[in-house]
């Protein structure tokens, strides 16, 4: 498995925005078509969306050649109170419809970490 790169950041709008120009690269550099690279971009943003909800301060943002390119965010940090949003909802249905293959993992009954994956 090729790892293209890792980051950690704390949960901020501005620095979203930043990942998300971030991933376009990546995604670049994976041979994704553009369509799909905006649809990854999507994902990653939403992603983190929905840690920043959990209550998570931070995350990590990981890259991956694995059957296409394979992208894991994950929580870091003491959760603080969450704030769930009903836009979380629509987080979740657009990650299913947008990503050929996601996965998401608990602990302690909170969202602690999302993968999904994306072809050539």
């Known amino acids: 498995m090729k790892e293209y790169m890792t980051i950690a950041l704390p949960l901020s709008r501005e620095l979203m925005t930043a990942l998300r120009l971030a991933t376009g690269g990546v995604c670049s550099l994976a041979g994704v078509d553009l369509e799909r690279s905006e649809d990854c971009k999507v994902c990653v943003t939403e992603s983190l969306l929905l840690l920043m909800h959990a209550g998570y301060p931070s995350a990590r943002v990981g890259f991956w050649e694995e059957d296409g ?29 947008l990503a050929e293959q996601t996965e998401t993992e608990k602990e302690g009954g909170a969202l602690a970490r999302l993968s999904f994956r994306f072809g050539k």
């Not at 870091?76 to 987080?91: K, V």
Request: hydrophobic share 45%; charged share 30%.
């Open 69 to 97: 390119l394979l992208v894991r965010v994950s929580g870091e940090g003491e959760r603080g109170a969450a704030a769930p949003t009903e836009e979380d909802e629509i987080s979740f249905a657009l990650l299913g419809a």
